[in-house]
C-alpha cells in the first residue's frame, strides 16, 4: 500500500480511531497495530508480512541469546559471535530480496566478460515494502543489545517497531529505544500536536506528489533520456533538478511518515534539516536524511574502526560506509559509485582539514564572506554527484558530466522561467529562519477549526490538481 491514495486514507482513518479508542488498553493496542501494519504490509502480497514475522522472529531470538551470554552485561567472545551470524542473517534477507537482480545481473556481466557465455537467468522478485527500513532496525536492534546499550524488549514491541507503518514506507530510521517506549505510553489526544502534524504532511504532499515528479517530468527524465540533444547548460540545471527532486521526494515521503506519527500519538526524530544549506560535503549528510546518516555511523563506520584506530584506516572506513549507504538507495552500479565520490569529498575534507591544523594560524577571510563560497562548492559538489545517481549507467553520467564540463551546445528547450523558479525557491526556502516557520505553525495554530479545516481543503485540493494521479512516483525510493 502506498500514499496517498484512497486506499491509504481509508485505512489511516481506521487505525486513526482505532489508535485513540484503544491506547488506554495497552495490550490491545498493541495488538491492534501489529494488524495494521502487518496488513499494511501484506496489501501487495501476504508472504511479505510473513518476511517482516521471520526478521523479527530472527531478531528477536537472537538478541536474546545474545543477552544471556553477557552474564555481566559486557560484550562476550560468545555474544559477538551470535550478534555477527543474526546481521549476517538479516543482511542476506536483504541481499536476496531487494539485491537480488543488482547481484545476479552483476555477477552474470561479470562471467560474460571472462567468455562465459549462457542463457541469462530470469530474476522477477517482488521486493517486499519496507524492507530496507525493517532490516535496518533489525540490525541495529541487534548490535544495540549486543553491545549491552539496551535490554531485550518483548517480541510484539520489537514486531511493532519493525513493522509500524507509518515510518515503513519511507523512514524516517530510528533507534529501538526511542520507538518503543512511546508504544507504553499514553499520550492525551487532546494534547497532539495536530497542527504539526498537518503541516508535516502537507509540505510532505507537495514535496512528494507535486514538486519531485513535476520536475522529473519537465526537467530532469528528457534530459538524461537523450544529454546529447541537451546543452551543458541545460544538462546543469537538469543535475539540480535531479539533487532538488530527489530530496522532495525522500523528504517529503517522510515528512508524511513524521505527521502521521504524530496524529497517532508517536514522536519521530527529524530526517532532513536544511541539506542545502550545507557548507561542507560532511555538513551535507549532518542535514541529509540524518537519521539514516547517524545508522550508518553507528552500525558501519564505528564498527569498522571509525576514526581512532589510526589515520590511515579511516579513509577505508569512510569509503566503506559512504558505499553502503549508496547502496541502500538503490541496487544498481550507479547508486555504489554514488557513495563513492561522496567518499572522494568527503576523505578529501578531512585530508584538508589535517592539513591546515599542522600549519601555522593564518588569518582568515571573515566568515561572511568565506561561507558562500564554502556553500557554492558543496552545493556543486553535490549536484554534479547526483549526476551519477540519476544516470542509468556509468557511461551515461560521464556523458552527463563531459558536456556540462565542457559547455557542449545544444539545447532542447528544458529550461523555462518555471523550472528555474522551482529549483530557485525549494534552495532558497533552505535558508529561511526556523522562527519563520514556528511563527507561522503558531499562527496557524490560533485560527478556528473551521477555518483551519478549509485551509487544509483547499491545500489537499490544489495538491491534488497539480499532482499526478496514483501513489507517489517515489522513483528511486529503496523498497
Known amino acids: 500500500m502506498q500514499f496517498p491514495t484512497v486506499a491509504f486514507a481509508i485505512f489511516f482513518l481506521a487505525a486513526f480511531v482505532a489508535n485513540w479508542l484503544l491506547r488506554p488498553h495497552p495490550l490491545v493496542w498493541r495488538a491492534t497495530m501489529i494488524a495494521f501494519s502487518l496488513y499494511f504490509c501484506a496489501w501487495v502480497d501476504v508472504r511479505f508480512a510473513l518476511v517482516v514475522l521471520g526478521v523479527a522472529a530472527l531478531g528477536w531470538a537472537a538478541a536474546a541469546a545474545a543477552h544471556r551470554a553477557m552474564p555481566e552485561g559486557d560484550p562476550t567472545p560468545v555474544s559477538r559471535r551470535i550478534v555477527r551470524a543474526a546481521v549476517a542473517a538479516e543482511v542476506a534477507v536483504l541481499a536476496a530480496l531487494a ?76 533507534r529501538v529505544d526511542e520507538l ?8 492525551d489526544p487532546r494534547r497532539v500536536p495536530a497542527t504539526d502534524a498537518f503541516v508535516l504532511v502537507g509540505s510532505g504532499l507537495v514535496k512528494a506528489v507535486v514538486i519531485a515528479p513535476w520536475l522529473a517530468e519537465e526537467l530532469v527524465d528528457p534530459a538524461f533520456a537523450a544529454p546529447a540533444q541537451a546543452s551543458g547548460l541545460e544538462l546543469l540545471v537538469a543535475a539540480y533538478g535531479v539533487a532538488v527532486q530527489v530530496y522532495a521526494a525522500f523528504s517529503g515521503a517522510t515528512d508524511i511518515a513524521i505527521g502521521c506519527g504524530l ?45 581512532w584506530r589510526g589515520r590511515h584506516l579511516r579513509p577505508r572506513n569512510v569509503m566503506v560506509t559512504m558505499v553502503v549507504g549508496g547502496l541502500w538507495y538503490g541496487a544498481g552500479w550507479n547508486f555504489a559509485l554514488w557513495g563513492v565520490v561522496h567518499g572522494v569529498y568527503v576523505i578529501a575534507e578531512q585530508a584538508a582539514a589535517a592539513r591546515a591544523e599542522r600549519r601555522e594560524p593564518t588569518a582568515l577571510l571573515p566568515t561572511a564572506l568565506t561561507a558562500p563560497v564554502h556553500w557554492f562548492v558543496t552545493f556543486h559538489l553535490v549536484c554534479l554527484a547526483f549526476v551519477v545517481y540519476r544516470a542509468g549507467t556509468v557511461g551515461d553520467a560521464v556523458e552527463v558530466l563531459g558536456r556540462v564540463l565542457t559547455l557542449a551546445p545544444g539545447g532542447a528547450g528544458l529550461v523555462t522561467p518555471l523550472v528555474l523558479a522551482v529549483l ?21 495554530s490560533t485560527l478556528a477549526p473551521a477555518a483551519q479545516v478549509a485551509v487544509l481543503a483547499a491545500g489537499l485540493t490544489l495538491i491534488a490538481a497539480l499532482g499526478p494521479d496514483g501513489p507517489l512516483p517515489f522513483g528511486r525510493l529503496p523498497f
Open 263 to 307: 496524529l497517532l500519538g508517536i514522536e519521530y526524530p527529524r530526517a532532513f534539516d536544511a541539506p542545502f544549506a550545507a557548507l561542507s560535503v560532511r555538513d551535507f549528510w549532518d542535514r541529509w536524511n540524518l537519521t539514516l546518516s547517524h545508522w550508518l555511523r553507528d552500525y558501519v563506520y564505528v564498527p569498522l574502526g571509525g576514526s
Open 424 to 444: 530557485a525557491a525549494t534552495v532558497a526556502s533552505h535558508f529561511v529562519p526556523t522562527e519563520v516557520t514556528y511563527g507561522a505553525r503558531a499562527r496557524f
Open 99 to 174: 539485491y537480488r537482480g543488482f547481484l545476479v545481473d552483476s555477477v552474470t556481466g561479470a562471467l560474460e566478460r571472462l567468455g562465459w557465455s549462457g542463457s541469462e537467468p530470469v530474476v522477477d522478485v517482488v521486493v517486499p515494502v519496507g524492507i530496507s527500513i525493517y532490516v535496518l532496525h533489525a540490525i541495529g536492534y541487534l548490535v544495540d543489545v549486543g553491545r549491552g546499550e539496551v535490554e531485550p524488549v518483548a517480541f510484539a514491541d520489537l514486531l511493532l517497531y519493525l513493522c509500524f507503518f507509518p515510518h515503513l514506507v519511507a523512514g524516517p530510521v530510528v
Open 180 to 187: 518503543v517506549p512511546q508504544f507504553h505510553e499514553r499520550p
